[in-house]
């Protein structure tokens, strides 16, 4: 049995997001946690941390390219 290599391919947009997510986390973790932090106060930042953080890790696992 021959497999073709573009048989298993993710759609362009799915491609776009897998290399996109780190940098996307990565640049807007330290942007919006303190300014939250210097707008609502250290909870409110803190809580903004935990959930970004959290979504960041959520979307990092699911579009990780593991092989199977």
């Known amino acids: ?34 300014l939250v932090m210097a707008k609502a106060g250290i909870a409110a930042g803190v809580a903004v941390a935990l959930v970004l953080s959290s979504f960041w890790f959520i979307a990092m696992l699911k579009t990780s390219e593991m092989p199977h």
């Open 1 to 34: 049995m021959v497999l073709n290599s573009h048989d298993n391919e993710a759609p362009a947009a799915l491609r776009w997001f897998v290399a996109i997510t780190p940098l996307a986390g990565a640049m807007a973790f330290p942007l919006i946690v303190p």
